[in-house]
């Protein structure tokens, strides 16, 4: 347990400091998250231990829908609170889905004005998509990665493969080892166990 303790502390720390880099300099001494969700039937997958170490780290952390948002012209609010940074984990599936596209549109704005730090924002639905585990563990993209990279992704990363036409062969012979998930969801959502 000492260990896992040691590791989830790196962890955090590496987290903390990249939300950090993400993070304009604001004159409140606790900067305010707000972590936000768009689907309201959406549960709490993991988010807590973000948001503790966010808390840890000194920001101060609210949650909620992103719909409950009230944005003006001089930034965006939450429970009559101003809101400082938007942190959200959605995918974009879900944002067309939930959010009107033009609360996407006025965040961005207010980010690009500096006013409000928005990340997480749908770009990221590139980054998040879980196909990209294919390029890392895929023999045919091993020439992009030294051998000590190939090494730890070899130690680390599950053999993925997006399932097409042309490998349902494989999957079909592979599937009571198979574990399928949808690429743009998170969760447990939509995850099926190849041999149940």
């Given at each position: 347990?000492?260990?896992l303790?040691?590791?989830?502390?790196r962890?955090s720390?590496?987290w903390?400091?990249?939300?950090?880099?993400?993070?304009?300099?604001?004159?409140?001494?606790?900067p305010?998250?707000?972590?936000?969700?768009?689907?309201?039937?959406?549960?709490?997958?993991?988010?807590?231990?973000?948001v503790d170490?966010?808390?840890?780290g000194?920001?101060?952390?609210s949650?909620?829908?992103?719909?409950?948002?009230?944005?003006?012209?001089?930034g965006v609010f939450?429970?009559?609170q101003?809101?400082d940074?938007?942190?959200?984990?959605?995918?974009w599936?879900?944002a067309?889905r939930?959010?009107?596209?033009e609360?996407?549109?006025?965040?961005i704005e207010l980010d690009?004005?500096?006013?409000?730090?928005?990340?997480?924002s749908?770009?990221s639905?590139?980054f998040?998509?879980?196909?990209?585990?294919?390029?890392l563990?895929?023999?045919?993209y091993?020439?992009?990665?030294?051998?000590?990279?190939?090494?730890?992704?070899?130690r680390h990363?599950p053999?993925?493969?997006?399932?097409?036409?042309?490998?349902?062969?494989?999957?079909?012979?592979?599937?009571?080892d198979?574990v399928c998930k949808p690429?743009?969801?998170y969760?447990?959502?939509?995850?099926?166990f190849?041999?149940?």
């Open positions: 347990l000492v260990a303790g040691d590791c989830l502390g962890l720390s590496a903390l400091a990249a939300f950090g880099d993400l993070v304009r300099a604001h004159t409140a001494d606790r305010h998250v707000f972590e936000g969700i768009a689907d309201r039937a959406d549960i709490d997958t993991g988010r807590r231990f973000f170490m966010l808390r840890g000194g920001y101060a952390v949650c909620g829908l992103m719909s409950d948002l009230t944005i003006t012209d001089s939450h429970a009559g101003q809101i940074v938007i942190f959200t984990m959605y995918t599936y879900e067309r939930h959010l009107p596209a609360l996407t549109a006025a965040l690009n004005a500096g006013l409000v730090d928005f990340i997480g749908p770009d639905a590139l998040d998509n879980k196909a990209n585990l294919e390029l563990s895929d023999h045919r091993r020439s992009y990665f030294t051998a000590d990279e190939c090494a730890v992704l070899d990363v053999s993925t493969f997006r399932l097409t036409e042309d490998n349902l062969d494989r999957a079909l012979a592979d599937q009571p198979l690429s743009s969801a969760g447990g959502k939509g995850l099926l190849g041999g149940a």
